[in-house]
T-cell receptor, first 115, second 114 residues
Framework: AQKITQTQPGMFVQEKEAVTLDCTYD???????LFWYKQPSSGEMIFLIY??????QNATEGRYSLNFQKARKSANLVISASQLGDSAMYFC????????????FGTGTSLTVIP | DTGVSQDPRHKITKRGQNVTFRCDPI?????LYWYRQTLGQGPEFLTY????????KSRLLSDRFSAERPKGSFSTLEIQRTEQGDSAMYLC????????????FGSGTRLTVV
């Protein structure tokens, strides 16, 4: 079974609008970390936001917030006030255990911001 | 420190040739990782170093692949007898110990085997 599932291959959003990118995960480990990365066309993976499995509140980093629904095993990324520079691939990732050695990535969502 | 550096950015090689990639991590990061990313997929874990010790290897890392991190600084990934299926982006990342510790990725080396 896939550990990370991203069901939206591509998304479009109008500039200045908010957009939600979906991510569901699968693990039996009670301790895990969830991460979102942005990959522009240059190829570099840029860390955006982290959510720990024991965190009580949803993580926020500037215009990024993570909608963490533990019972549903979902960790959706919300980008508010979209900008043209947000156009990129977005990957959800999970690390099992609090300090596991590898990340499991989803297949990504391509976001296009329309002016 | 300007981040994780990878060299070369692009490599085109003929099938059967050997190739070697280099990764220079952030200097204070003791953990170094190699991932492979094929078109339309997310990165897949290949191997992990803590300092100079290679502590974990994926089953994806066949015997044609070898990675080293001498002296716990830069790392090299060598692919021997390349095959067309090896064509991918090879990403290096470095990090530190800690639950919230994310990786810092390099820009990757794109390998094309013809």
């Amino acid at each position: 079974a896939q550990k990370i599932t991203q069901t939206q291959p591509g998304m479009f959003v109008q500039e200045k609008e908010a957009v939600t990118l979906d991510c569901t995960y699968d693990t039996s480990d009670p301790s895990y970390g969830l991460f979102w990365y942005k990959q522009p066309s240059s190829g570099e993976m840029i860390f955006l936001i982290y959510q720990g499995s024991y965190d009580q509140q949803n993580a926020t980093e500037g215009r990024y917030s993570l909608n963490f629904q533990k019972a549903r095993k979902s960790a959706n990324l919300v980008i508010s006030a979209s900008q043209l520079g947000d156009s990129a691939m977005y990957f959800c990732a999970m690390r099992e255990g609090l300090t596991g050695n590898q990340f499991y990535f989803g297949t990504g969502t391509s976001l296009t911001v329309i002016p | 420190d300007t981040g994780v550096s990878q060299d070369p950015r692009h490599k085109i090689t003929k099938r059967g040739q050997n190739v070697t990639f280099r990764c220079d991590p952030i200097s204070e990061h003791n953990r170094l990782y190699w991932y492979r990313q094929t078109l339309g997929q997310g990165p897949e874990f290949l191997t992990y170093f803590q300092n100079e010790a290679q502590l974990e290897k994926s089953r994806l890392l066949s015997d044609r692949f070898s990675a080293e991190r001498p002296k716990g600084s830069f790392s090299t990934l060598e692919i021997q007898r390349t095959e067309q299926g090896d064509s991918a982006m090879y990403l290096c990342a470095s990090g530190t110990y800690g639950a919230k510790s994310s990786y810092t990725f390099g820009s990757g080396t794109r390998l094309t085997v013809v």
